[in-house]
Nanobody
Framework: QAQLVESGGGLVQAGGSLRLSCTAS????????MAWYRQVPGKQRELVAG??????NYADSVKGRFTISRDNAKNTVSLQMNSLKPEDTAVYYC???????????????WGQGTQVTVSS
């Protein structure tokens, strides 16, 4: 089993910045993919940004404003969010595909979510 714990959400004015962090712990051999999703009430959860060992991808709505990074040694992923807009308001979830020791398959895990609120 693995656990994901997020931190860094909060309230910020439009144009401001926040940094989200997520740490994975537990039985982990390797993490293939780490990502951030977000969800607002009544809508589907959407991918914000993802990162593998060699590439990143971003939702069009956040390109140029958000930056995802990871520290493999610490099993952490971070999301630097700049130039925040009210439409970025959502609950942000950390996601990881974790390979456990002595296995070849990966399991998906989610964090508990952290609220980001951007006021206009």
């Amino acid at each position: 089993q693995a656990q994901l714990v997020e931190s860094g959400g909060g309230l910020v004015q439009a144009g401001g910045s926040l940094r989200l962090s997520c740490t994975a712990s537990g039985s982990i051999s390797w993490i293939n993919v780490m990502a951030w999703y977000r969800q607002v009430p009544g809508k589907q959860r959407e991918l914000v940004a993802g990162i593998t060992s060699g590439s990143t991808n971003y939702a069009d709505s956040v390109k140029g404003r958000f930056t995802i990074s990871r520290d493999n040694a610490k099993n952490t992923v971070s999301l630097q969010m700049n130039s925040l807009k009210p439409e970025d308001t959502a609950v942000y979830y950390c996601y990881a595909e974790v390979r456990r020791p002595f296995t070849t398959t990966s399991l998906a895990y989610w964090g508990q979510g952290t609220q980001v609120t951007v006021s206009s």
